[in-house]
């Protein structure tokens, strides 16, 4: 008896599956869990995805309805994957139709058949005429480097797709160049999985291991086919990627894939070179450059074994995989690793639960890592690696604050820091400022009345955009034409304040007009591939002066720059947020480690109001850890996450007293050993004409916090106020 009934998974924002009957002509073959169907849902048709499959069914068969049909296509989700993907779900108490949704690659989404055209990658031609196929590279080598290095790099691997050259830094003109001197073909990728052999290693790259680093490989490769978690923490520089490799390889070496998690901007092509040279294996790429059916290929080669490494963001780690025996999750400190809205999961505690599900280890990596981590790693949960040396002897960059109340400040600069960057030029050493704030300035206003040009929907300053000549809600998006004159007095002195990036580029063009300046922001990148042609550029010293936001504090590593200064630090110092202060010290010691090398040691220089305050004092003095020991004392005698399991209840509605009533209806009832903290109105109570409010659930434990949120989200659809707000539901919110 084949059958019948299946539950079935739908992107709708329901916290349960659907049962639907198979009708006779679609039984056979035999349906299977994580099969894509077509099914009927109210006047639309969607896709679904399979979760159990019955004989029988108790519900009425009358209201059931049949399904469509069935997607007979390669892309089912293995047991496996549903499995983990159900854990998700159920983690974060988020509807299950939508986290597969999330999972699956646009073009699964879409209920259009799929027609796949093989992956193509590039390989090197086989040549009849290798003489002359030698002159013409060696001509490559003195007249197009660039092309030599790509060629390099093609012939290096057996098969690269476009998008990983791409990603690497290379464009096409390069890749046709090639191709036309028919030195390179384009072949279809092979659908065989993986298999270990000796040539993928390139041993001239490697390293022979610090004892540090050697007992660490050693800890990993011990523990390998069983679960464990690894903390690597080290700074910039310690050796951290060559432990990834070195562990990478022995699982590489069993066949086995390896995943590598990365924040969005630490894919880098130093990152990616770096695991590049050092295996010949076939690698799948998964980041925001890639088109959907580049997704659709990283996907398909990493469900079928083909992909030996898996290099992504935090998405990443739905991947189908075949046969995996590492995850990496380098940064795992940083907060690009959490989606921010709709499934707000974080992309290492979501490593952690595939590691447990397939019985593999995961290594974090960080030179700042995260409290949660940290604590988990001193408590023992974790196995605790630290790197406390710098790697091939370079020394550790100083960090001093500059006092701005006893400094005269031009542009945001003090003299001393203008001094200290004529110096650093002077030497023919780059210079990195560091300023976390996008735009010509975060504010206008009227000379004559103060008046400050506000979005309407946040009750928040425009920021001023000079070279598009417009205000832009920073917040909401929304944009605005600069007012010729002052709308409240008449006056037409209007005036930015305040200073952001694309200002600061312009003033420091000023001061020193001798040096070449470029600016690093997401508004300076939003081009595809401008960012590592940026990049590129100050790693040829195109540019001597870097100015830029938190994307320059990430992944990067800039050996030439000396001198890095961070601007204005002080708006970290006196947040509500309990984060804030830990967020602050990530940065300020990730941006020190962008700079220096063993023969030119770098210098951070730190420009703040506020020289005495205790939190600055600690890490400049004692260090990350030091100041991470006093935070996790504090949260622990406050009750604070770590030590305390937190979820949050956002609501935004048109008026202020709803989200606030809807909250408040839900504190009524009390809940099993946790406590409510609010409702309060968001940090930010206005955004995008909607008014915000949160409610914090807090438990000691997460079992008394999954209970809690199991009796609110039976109580949430009772609620009178249900239909006037918007409510979602963040487990382990990192922002308040
Ligand atoms: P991290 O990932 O912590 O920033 P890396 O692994 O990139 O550190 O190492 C930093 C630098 O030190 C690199 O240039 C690397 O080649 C070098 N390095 C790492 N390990 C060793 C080693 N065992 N011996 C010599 N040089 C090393
Ligand atoms: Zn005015
Ligand atoms: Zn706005």
Same mark, same amino acid.
Request: with cysteine.
């Given at each position: 008896m084949s059958n019948h009934y299946i539950q079935v998974a739908i992107p709708v924002p329901m916290r349960q599956l659907f049962t639907y009957l198979v009708p006779e002509q679609l039984q056979s073959p035999a349906i299977v869990v994580g099969?894509?169907?077509?099914? /009927?849902?109210?006047?639309? +048709?969607?896709?679904?995805?399979?979760? !159990?499959?019955?004989?029988?069914?108790?519900?009425?068969?009358?209201?059931?309805?049949n399904i469509e049909s069935r997607l007979n296509d390669s892309f089912h989700l293995s047991q496996s994957l549903v499995d983990y993907l159900q854990l998700c779900a159920h983690y974060y108490h988020h509807p299950v139709g939508d986290v597969f949704q999330q999972a699956l690659p646009v073009l699964l989404r879409k209920i259009e058949k799929v027609t796949l055209t093989p992956p193509m990658v590039w390989q090197t031609s086989d040549f009849e005429d290798v003489d002359n196929t030698n002159d013409t590279i060696n001509k490559l080598k003195s007249k197009a480097i660039k092309q030599f290095n790509l060629y390099q790099i093609i012939k290096q691997h057996s098969g690269i797709s476009w998008a990983e050259l791409r990603t690497l830094g290379y464009n096409k003109a390069q890749l046709n160049a090639l191709h036309s001197k028919a030195l390179i073909e384009e072949v279809e990728q092979t659908t065989q999985a993986f298999t270990w052999?000796?040539?993928?290693?390139?041993?001239?790259? +490697?390293?022979?291991? @610090? =004892?540090?680093?050697?007992?660490?490989?050693?800890?990993?490769?011990?523990?390998?086919?069983?679960?464990?978690?690894? %903390?690597?923490? !080290?700074? =910039?520089?310690? !050796?951290?990627?060559?432990?990834?490799?070195?562990? #990478?390889? =022995?699982?590489?070496?069993? @066949?086995?894939q390896v995943l590598v998690i990365v924040p969005e901007i630490g894919l880098t092509p130093q =990152?990616? @070179? &770096?695991?590049?040279? &050092?295996?010949? *294996? /076939? *690698?799948?790429?998964?980041h925001s450059g890639l088109n959907d059916t580049e997704r659709l290929n990283t996907w398909l080669t990493a469900q079928q074994g083909n992909a030996a490494i898996i290099i992504g963001t935090r998405s990443a780690i739905f991947s189908p995989l075949h046969n995996l025996g590492l995850i990496i999750v380098d940064e795992e400190?940083?907060? @690009?690793?959490?989606?921010?809205?709709?499934?707000?999961?974080?992309?290492?505690? #979501?490593?952690?639960?595939?590691?447990?599900? %397939?019985?593999?280890p995961i290594v974090l990596g960080s030179a700042t890592p995260s409290f949660e981590t940290l604590q988990n790693a001193l408590s023992g949960k974790y196995n605790y690696h630290q790197l406390l040396k710098r790697a091939g002897n370079s020394s550790k960059a100083k960090i001093a604050l500059i006092d701005m109340n006893h400094q005269q400040v031009e542009f945001g600069l003090s003299g001393t820091l203008k001094h200290e960057i004529t110096q650093t030029l002077s030497r023919g050493e780059q210079v990195l400022l560091f300023l976390n704030r996008r735009g010509y300035a975060p504010a206008i206003n009227c000379k004559e009345c103060h008046w400050i040009a506000d979005c309407q929907r946040c009750d928040k300053p425009y920021t001023l955009h000079q070279k598009q000549q417009l205000l832009i809600c920073h917040h909401c998006g929304s944009q605005k034409r600069i007012p010729p004159q002052c709308p409240s007095c008449g006056s037409v002195r209007i005036v930015p304040l305040g200073q952001g990036t694309e200002q600061l580029e312009n003033r420091l063009d000023e001061l020193f007009p001798d040096a070449s300046i470029v600016r690093i922001d997401r508004d300076s990148t939003r081009k595809k591939g401008e960012l590592a042609k940026l990049l590129q550029e100050v790693s040829d010293k195109k540019h001597q002066l870097l100015v830029g936001t938190q994307m320059l504090a990430k992944g990067h590593h800039f050996p030439d720059v000396t001198l890095v200064a961070v601007l204005d630090v002080d708006g970290a110092l006196f947040s509500f947020d309990f984060r804030a202060s830990e967020q602050m010290a990530q940065l300020l010691i990730q941006v020190a480690g962008r700079a220096g090398r063993a023969s030119k040691p770098g210098k951070v220089l730190v420009q703040t109001n506020f020289v005495d305050h205790p939190l600055l004092q600690d890490l400049v003095h004692n260090g990350y850890h030091h100041f991470a020991h006093q935070a996790l004392t504090e949260r622990k005698q406050a009750l604070l996450p770590p030590f305390s399991y937190q979820a949050l209840i956002r609501a935004e509605a048109n008026y202020p007293s709803y989200p606030e009533k809807f909250l408040r209806g839900l504190t009524m009832q009390p809940l099993v050993s946790c406590e409510f903290a609010g409702p309060v109105p968001a940090a930010m109570e206005k955004k995008a004409g909607k008014f915000r409010y949160h409610l914090i659930i807090q438990a000691k434990t997460r079992k008394h916090l999954h209970g809690a949120i199991q009796q609110l989200l039976m109580q949430i659809p009772q609620s009178e106020w249900l239909n006037k707000v918007r409510w979602s539901l963040d487990v382990d919110p990192i922002d308040l």
């Open positions: 099969e894509r169907v077509v099914v /009927p849902f109210g006047a639309r +048709k969607v896709i679904g995805i399979v979760m !159990g499959t019955d004989a029988h069914s108790d519900v009425d068969q009358k209201k059931l309805k052999q000796d040539s993928f290693l390139n041993q001239q790259d +490697k390293l022979q291991l @610090s =004892t540090e680093q050697a007992i660490i490989v050693t800890a990993i490769e011990q523990s390998l086919n069983s679960f464990s978690c690894h %903390l690597v923490d !080290g700074v =910039t520089g310690s !050796g951290k990627t060559e432990v990834y490799l070195q562990a #990478m390889e =022995t699982v590489l070496a069993q @066949s086995q =990152t990616l @070179s &770096r695991f590049e040279q &050092r295996f010949n *294996v /076939p *690698v799948a790429l998964h400190h940083d907060s @690009s690793l959490k989606q921010q809205d709709s499934f707000r999961y974080h992309g290492r505690d #979501m490593a952690i639960l595939r590691a447990r599900q %397939l019985n593999i």
